[in-house]
T-cell receptor, first 115, second 114 residues
Framework: NAGVMQNPRHLVRRRGQEARLRCSPM?????VYWYRQLPEEGLKFMVY????????ESGMPKERFSAEFPKEGPSILRIQQVVRGDSAAYFC?????????????FGSGTRLTVV | KQEVTQIPAALSVPEGENLVLNCSFT??????LQWFRQDPGKGLTSLLL?????REQTSGRLNASLDKSSGRSTLYIAASQPGDSATYLC?????????????FGKGTKLTVNP
């Protein structure tokens, strides 16, 4: 079991470019969550998705950020027109079901640097 | 709004010591609680998951307790080793309106000196 796979591990973008972060959940997991860790801050919830469905995006900035989890392929977190403040580590987690005592499994993260 | 606090923010101990990391949360209506370890520049490794109906969980040298009524959890590490040096994160799992999410504390950075 390869675990939660995130790529790229590191991403450098110039201000105004687009960033695409990918996450493949663990085999058998149908729930994906994205979290952001700003420097010297704790991890903050961004969005919760199931296949083809956004369940909760209450933690997502209203502009420039979007997420999807298509029927086939990885979940994508997309940041348009990046700014310096978007520089952070973005982590993806997956779980098999909600309401069950399985806990969450996290990927290694994507470290986004905006220059 | 659920808030999670971890004390201390940093801790430095000599190898071999037993130590306790503290976590408190403001709303006792949690589903579960999970402790993680994060090494510098790395992802999160799950250490222990405590269901809301449980009072403690053990794995090797680690023991985590949960007291929902007082809004507290502790992570006990026995016979600490330099390899235990990392940031330890406490997170409560909350459910609301069909959604589920983790609310994290800012962590305790542990250094175990040889």
């Amino acid at each position: 079991n390869a675990g939660v796979m995130q790529n790229p591990r590191h991403l450098v973008r110039r201000r105004g470019q687009e960033a695409r972060l990918r996450c493949s959940p663990m085999k058998g997991h149908s729930h994906v969550y994205w979290y952001r860790q700003l420097p010297e801050e704790g991890l903050k919830f961004m969005v919760y998705l199931q296949k083809e469905n956004i369940i909760d995006e209450s933690g997502m900035p209203k502009e420039r950020f979007s997420a999807e989890f298509p029927k086939e392929g990885p979940s994508i977190l997309r940041i348009q027109q990046v700014v310096r403040g978007d520089s952070a580590a973005y982590f993806c987690a997956s779980s098999p079901l909600t309401g069950e005592p399985y806990g969450y499994t996290f990927g290694s993260g994507t470290r986004l640097t905006v220059v | 709004k659920q808030e999670v606090t971890q004390i201390p923010a940093a801790l430095s101990v000599p190898e071999g010591e037993n130590l306790v990391l503290n976590c408190s949360f403001t709303d006792s209506a949690i589903y579960n609680l999970q402790w993680f370890r994060q090494d510098p520049g790395k992802g999160l490794t799950s250490l222990l998951l405590i269901q809301s109906s449980q009072r403690e969980q053990t794995s090797g040298r680690l023991n985590a307790s949960l007291d929902k009524s007082s809004g507290r959890s502790t992570l006990y590490i026995a016979a600490s080793q330099p390899g235990d040096s990392a940031t330890y994160l406490c997170a409560v799992i909350v459910t609301q309106g069909g959604s589920e999410k983790l609310v994290f504390g800012k962590g305790t950075k542990l250094t175990v000196n040889p």
